[in-house]
């Protein structure tokens, strides 16, 4: 009786940040890669277009910039966050379509932020876009250390280690995202996914630029639009 009860359960939803929940590629991205490339001119001396091609470079090499920098030139992690995700005026920019907003109050089951992003972004996000109350917890950057190492998504042990720090067994999690590498690794890890595409084709900056969006990749579970899709797109049942 007692696992017949658990399978009852609602699932643990874990939710990316920027592109998931709010519509990044117009108030986020161009900015941020603009303050990222403006840091590694000041921090290393380059030359701008230097400078935002070694970006990118770490960017697809690494799946951060931060990672590419941490490891080949010092930079510590925590002021790089800190001096790029400054934005001032950010908060007047987030957009989230209301009824996305009511749907992800009234979805039963925990719920919790796991983005790449640092906690101090997040938490202005989540705050201006009146979700705050929604969430158990945001799962930072700040979070995905191994061993020492900073490993973000799609590492496939961060994510291990977040699930077994906040005791979140992973056959009742949901990882909700636009970035299928993200996903993948989930799958993988025994989570069910959920592609969100709303922002995918006004993203000229993001991973999946030019993706097929009408194809269900084997680890996507489900795809969707709208957040409030979530309530029908899994039963309460593993």
Excluded at 41 to 68: F, I, K, S
Excluded at 101 to 130: C, E, H, Q, S, W
Aim: with cysteine; hydrophobic share 40%.
């Amino acid at each position: 009786m007692k696992q017949h009860h658990s399978k009852q359960q609602p699932p643990i939803w874990l939710f990316d940040l920027d592109n998931t929940l709010h519509d990044a590629s117009s108030a986020v991205f161009s900015r941020l890669n603009g303050s990222m490339t403006d840091y590694i001119v000041q921090h290393l001396g380059l030359p701008r277009q230097e400078a935002n091609d070694l970006r990118v470079h770490y960017w697809r090499r690494y799946g951060a910039t931060l990672l590419g920098l941490e490891k080949h030139h010092g930079i510590r992690a925590a002021h790089f966050l800190a001096q790029t995700h400054e934005l001032p005026g950010l908060e007047a920019h987030l957009r989230m379509p209301p009824c996305d907003r009511a749907a992800l109050k009234r979805l039963p089951g925990r719920k919790f932020i796991l983005t790449n992003a640092p906690a101090d972004y997040a938490k202005r996000v989540v705050t201006a876009l009146d979700l705050a109350s929604c969430f158990e917890g945001i799962i930072s950057i700040e979070g995905m250390r191994v061993f020492g190492d900073l490993r973000p998504k799609p590492d496939a042990r961060m994510l291990r280690v977040v699930l077994a720090r906040h005791r979140l067994p992973a056959h009742r999690c949901v990882l909700i995202e636009d970035t299928l590498a993200n996903l993948k690794t989930a799958r993988a890890a025994h989570l069910r996914t959920v592609w969100m595409q709303s922002y995918l084709k006004h993203n000229p900056h993001g991973p999946e630029a030019g993706a097929h969006l009408h194809r269900r990749p084997a680890w996507v579970c489900a795809r969707i639009r709208r957040l409030r899709a979530l309530h029908t797109v899994f039963s309460p049942s593993p």
